[in-house]
């Protein structure tokens, strides 16, 4: 199988043995930026512009999982031989491990932040901006109050 | 600049792809020498090996996706795809 995607998000698959086209997948919004095929070519998993990241059936056509939890961007996907793990990296700086069975991610790897595991609590008198401030630096791992 | 190297599951070659259109293929054994599969007139976005190191394939500026024999150093087929912006994402099983 033969699979290549990009700027308007379909991916396309074709028979590498009949070169006829198999599939048309409307897969992510903001672009196809990467894709990968299980060793047996069954499965496909896709990563965009949208910041998802999908795994297909190609016997179906259809999605098996889409993941939504990268922010921005996910410009590089692999998948494992048998098509049961998915790693993704993108625009926000985390790589992340997924499983087919899984809805949401089984690891999220992510270089230190500037206040990592400060683990502030009981965090009072400030403002929802600043709350949001100390979260992206890591300091408190909550935005709930 | 390169966007895109591959390396066959076997160790035995490798192959690359950039801006400057030039598709090659490096022999690992030897250290170095590579053979120019295809000047192509746009940029070469991605390059993969199939998992059995016969198959080449590359996503080529202008969105289109050229299916390479690796033994035989020739075109297989070119699948191109229109006035779609650019390619990014390839893959071979």
Known sequence: MLAGGGEDGIVHVWDTASLQLRLTLEAHGGGALSCALSRDGGRLATSGGDGRVRLWSLDSGEPIATWSEHLGGVWAVDISRDGQWIVSGGLDGTVRVWNAARAASVHALRPDRPYERMDITGLTGVTDAQRTALVSLGAVERTDH | ?93
Do not use: C, H
Request: neutral net charge; glycine residues 12%.
């Open chain 2, 1 to 93: 600049m390169v966007y895109g190297v591959a390396v066959a599951n076997d160790a035995s070659r490798f192959a690359s792809g950039g801006v400057d259109g030039t598709l090659r293929l490096w022999s690992l054994g030897t250290g170095g020498e590579s053979t120019i599969l295809a000047r192509y007139q746009s940029a070469v976005n991605n390059i993969t090996i199939s998992g059995d190191g016969r198959l080449l394939a590359a996503a080529v500026l202008g969105y289109a996706f050229d299916l390479w024999s690796v033994d035989r150093r020739e075109l297989v087929a070119s699948f191109p795809m229109g006035p779609r912006g650019t390619s990014w994402a390839i893959a071979l099983s």
